[in-house]
RNA sequence: GGUCCCAUCGUCUAUCGGUUAGGACAGCUGGUUUUCAUCCUGCAAAGGGGGGUUCGAUUCCCCCUGGGACCGCCA
């Protein structure tokens, strides 16, 4: 048994959306489970519609997710010459010919097609021409002689045995009129000379399977295995197009989802292994396999990417998060200054707990950051006379105490409350409002330690009480 | 219209002929909490319909229904 290699092949016609970094994660996933290699292939033969950008950021976005491809990156427009080669021995050995109708006379016939309620196919009109009654001059494209015959059964990995009868295939254009190869043929012999055991690829793949196949057999190449995975849905059902809206990768990262948490959560949309939700990056590979890949579409659920990435956010380690969250600051929002820091990676105990996302940690830590308080005017309100007295006889105490803790917050806290007849929201929210221009926010005594004495003081002063 | 695929709580799914049909997310209760949260209790929630096969079907087979994909000289 050879040693298994597997592909993604994305074509940089637009930026990556998550169906197919879920394709590509699976790929990556089989192949190291099986200790094989995982490759990538840039499909940029459509010249029109490529642009490198757009390949970058498929390599960052597989690389922000944790997917990396082994070797160089085969790009495809590299390698037209050989399938142009493969196209002529196909020519030559009898499964290929040249149809020379024109783009009217096939226009037409869709046109007809459509008006009788039929479907489209070629008529192979050209199949068994002789060659020697055409005229010279004019452009003919080349067609695979694909099989009318019987029928062809595919043993996908994934969905079973499938069968289809063999005249459902029309005579498929291999090579164009200005004689650049088609997506079938660059694929399968990109396929095979890439040495690919196992081609995981989207269930809308199903049918160029069944012509790929009739190319590999009638060049005598080893088939690979193939497995089509049920496509991701929106929430309508539809198929997932880079038109919707949250479809890639970027649109996740910008509103703070971790990669991990991505990872994961694609990793479960599809597949599952038992009752398991929780897949570290060595557990996903140790356990990924092609028996659990389900065979009905998905729906994307935000929520539950939400869900998730909570769950990454409490569970790991402190550091790791600040590293996350001070890159996400400094793509989306503004960089966190060095000495922010200090006050920001000790509060994070508490931060985090209310935080779904990056950017909601990001938000409770703006008190912190900013070194203006930006007030809710609404909850300035609530920030009456009485409550101005409390703060003022607060900041006093404060300003007289050497180090800050709750153990030494809690009693003049209390002793206010006693003293102005009140309950604890009636110190504490003044208090919080006062430092944070918010009636929500972390605790106080939370607030006020990560804050420190001098801030607090600052913050408690004039500005507040005028 | 043709070809193919799919079908369990709202969502992601477990079950590989015998279960009170399990878990997770979301939802809703209650408790803890100075706010918002976190955390902890609990509740509600499902095998599309009809035929078979079988002692027994969510599970196997057929039909219907519903949903989806493909039908480019794009990839």
């Known amino acids: 048994m050879s040693k298994v290699a597997t592909r993604f092949a994305p074509s940089p016609t637009g930026p990556l959306h998550i169906g197919g970094v879920?394709?590509?994660?699976?790929?990556?996933?089989?192949?190291?489970?099986?200790?094989?290699?995982?490759?990538?292939?840039?499909?940029?033969?459509?010249?029109?519609?490529?642009?490198?950008?757009?390949?970058?950021?498929?390599?960052?976005?597989?690389?922000?997710?944790?997917?990396?491809?082994?070797?160089?990156?085969?790009?495809?427009?590299?390698?037209?010459?050989?399938?142009?080669?493969?196209?002529?021995?196909?020519?030559?050995?009898?499964?290929?010919?040249?149809?020379?109708?024109?783009?009217?006379?096939?226009?037409?016939?869709?046109?007809?097609?459509?008006?009788?309620?039929?479907?489209?196919?070629?008529?192979?009109?050209?199949?068994?021409?002789?060659?020697?009654?055409?005229?010279?001059?004019?452009?003919?494209?080349?067609?695979?002689?694909?099989k009318i015959e019987g029928s062809s059964t595919l043993k996908d990995l994934v969905q079973g045995n499938v069968e289809i009868e063999n005249i459902t295939?029309?005579?498929?254009?291999?090579?164009?009129?200005?004689?650049?190869?088609?997506?079938?043929?660059?694929?399968?012999?990109?396929?095979?000379?890439?040495?690919?055991?196992?081609?995981?690829?989207?269930?809308?793949?199903?049918?160029?399977?069944?012509?790929?196949?009739?190319?590999?057999?009638?060049?005598?190449?080893?088939?690979?295995?193939?497995?089509?995975?049920?496509?991701?849905?929106?929430i309508e059902g539809k198929k997932l197009?880079?038109?919707?809206?949250?479809?890639?990768?970027?649109?996740?990262?910008?509103i703070g989802i971790m990669p991990d948490a991505l990872r994961n959560y694609l990793l479960r949309l599809g597949w599952s292994y038992k009752d398991k939700e929780i897949f570290t990056l060595e557990e996903s590979i140790q356990y990924f396999n092609l028996e659990g890949i389900g065979k009905s579409?998905?729906?994307?659920?935000?929520?539950?990417?939400?869900?998730?990435?909570?769950?990454?956010?409490?569970?790991?380690?402190?550091?790791?998060?600040?590293k996350h969250l001070t890159k996400y600051c400094e793509i989306y929002k503004e960089k966190i200054n060095s000495d922010k820091e200090k006050k920001i990676k000790p509060s994070l105990g508490f931060l985090k707990n209310k935080a779904k996302t990056l950017e909601d940690i990001y938000n409770n830590s703006k008190y912190i950051i900013f070194d203006e308080v930006n007030f809710n005017q609404e909850d300035l309100k609530l920030v009456d006379d009485k409550a101005k007295k409390i703060i003022s006889n607060f900041s006093n105490k404060v300003s007289k105490l050497d180090n800050l803790s709750k153990k030494v917050l809690e009693p003049i806290v209390n002793d206010?409350?006693?003293?102005?007849?009140?309950?604890?929201?009636?110190?504490?929210?003044?208090?919080?409002?006062?430092?944070?221009?918010?009636?929500?926010?972390?605790?106080?005594?939370?607030?006020?330690?990560?804050?420190?004495?001098?801030?607090?003081?600052?913050?408690?002063g004039d500005k507040i009480l005028s």
């Not at 039929?118 to 695979?144: G, H, T």
């Not at 604890?424 to 607030?447: M, N």
Request: charged share 30%; proline share 3%.
């Open 22 to 146: 879920r394709t590509a994660l699976f790929n990556w996933l089989y192949s190291k489970n099986q200790k094989g290699t995982f490759h990538l292939r840039i499909e940029d033969t459509d010249k029109e519609r490529s642009k490198n950008e757009f390949k970058v950021q498929i390599i960052k976005s597989l690389k922000w997710i944790g997917i990396e491809h082994d070797g160089d990156e085969y790009i495809q427009s590299t390698k037209i010459n050989d399938h142009i080669n493969v196209a002529n021995e196909l020519l030559k050995n009898g499964n290929a010919y040249k149809c020379y109708c024109s783009n009217e006379e096939i226009e037409e016939q869709k046109i007809r097609a459509k008006q009788k309620k039929q479907p489209y196919m070629y008529n192979r009109k050209c199949r068994e021409l002789n060659e020697k009654n055409v005229a010279k001059d004019i452009n003919s494209v080349v067609r695979f002689k694909s």
């Open 169 to 234: 295939i029309e005579d498929f254009i291999i090579l164009r009129n200005d004689g650049t190869p088609t997506y079938n043929l660059s694929a399968s012999v990109d396929d095979h000379q890439m040495n690919m055991t196992h081609i995981i690829r989207g269930d809308d793949h199903k049918i160029n399977t069944f012509k790929q196949i009739q190319i590999y057999l009638a060049m005598k190449w080893k088939l690979p295995s193939f497995a089509h995975i049920p496509l991701i849905h929106t």
């Open 241 to 254: 197009s880079k038109r919707d809206n949250a479809s890639t990768l970027d649109d996740y990262s910008k």
């Open 297 to 322: 579409p998905s729906k994307l659920d935000i929520s539950r990417i939400l869900s998730m990435n909570e769950h990454y956010i409490k569970t790991i380690d402190e550091k790791e998060l600040y």
């Open 416 to 460: 206010l409350i006693k003293l102005n007849e009140t309950n604890f929201k009636g110190v504490g929210q003044p208090l919080r409002i006062a430092l944070t221009g918010s009636k929500f926010g972390p605790g106080v005594y939370d607030i006020i330690i990560s804050l420190g004495k001098e801030e607090v003081i600052k913050r408690l």
